[in-house]
């Protein structure tokens, strides 16, 4: 079975801190990468996905993402965090074949202090 | 930009009483999902949806759950018997094809 790892729960940073959370999956085929944030009190929203080709991948408000399959990683990086960014971070995978769902790790909670 | 749809946003619930969420996946989607997020865990994958019948469901979704595609445009999350560690956060999500999903604001469930 798969699983998502993420080894942060929270994070706090300043603002104009970079950022990097880690995300480890396991499973040994191919597979579909994401990373969905959710602000307080809101729904979840896709910042960036993998499928195939450049592995590092550009998503929305800045936020840019690597695959390293020889690691199983994906983790998520961003330059210069803003208070805004304040939001809890979901890493998720499903297996590149048909309609499979989506297994999310346990979060990472992201704190910007001004 | 199309939205996915959950009604209601907060739903309140004795113990035991039937209750029936809903969502409103996007028009020309073709595959639907129900996650749900108990306080302070992780997302977890309930049920996937497809042509009709249930394609997927976790160790979660069992003979409490149903799931229903009525009338083409709602997909429904029934839960026959609630317990309090129903009380979770429950998000519906919609796709065309298998990834690139679209999740709607959840609809936040507790059971008294």
């Known amino acids: 079975a798969q699983s998502v790892s993420q080894h942060n729960h929270h994070v706090i940073l300043s603002e104009a801190a970079s950022l990097e959370l880690g995300c480890n999956y396991s499973?040994?085929?191919?597979?579909?990468l994401f990373w969905y944030v959710q602000y307080p009190g809101q729904h979840l929203q896709l910042l960036l996905k993998?499928?195939?080709?450049?592995?590092l991948v550009k998503g929305i408000k800045g936020f840019e993402a690597e695959f390293i399959k020889s690691k199983f990683s994906f983790n998520l990086r961003k330059p210069s965090v803003q208070w805004s960014d304040t939001a809890e971070y979901f890493c998720?995978?499903?297996?590149?074949?048909?309609?499979?769902?989506?297994?999310f790790g346990k979060g990472t909670r992201l704190s910007v202090i001004a | 930009e199309p939205e996915v749809t959950q009604t209601p946003s907060h739903q309140v619930t004795q113990m035991g009483q039937e209750v029936i969420l809903r969502c409103v996946p996007i028009?020309?989607?073709?595959?639907f999902y129900w996650y749900r997020q108990i306080l302070g865990q992780k997302v977890e994958f309930l049920v996937s949806?497809?042509?009709?019948?249930?394609?997927?469901k976790s160790e979660i979704f069992d003979d409490q759950f149903s799931v229903e595609r009525p009338d083409g445009s709602n997909f429904t999350l029934k839960i026959r018997s609630t317990k309090l560690e129903d009380s979770a956060m429950y998000f519906c999500?919609?796709?065309?094809?298998?990834?690139?999903?679209?999740f709607g604001s959840g609809t936040r469930l507790t059971v008294v």
């Open positions: 028009s020309n989607h073709l595959y």
């Open positions: 949806f497809y042509n009709n019948e249930i394609s997927e």
């Open positions: 499973y040994g085929g191919t597979v579909n």
């Open positions: 998720a995978v499903n297996r590149n074949s048909g309609n499979t769902p989506l297994v």
């Open positions: 999500a919609s796709t065309l094809q298998p990834y690139g999903y679209t």
């Open positions: 993998y499928f195939s080709g450049d592995p």
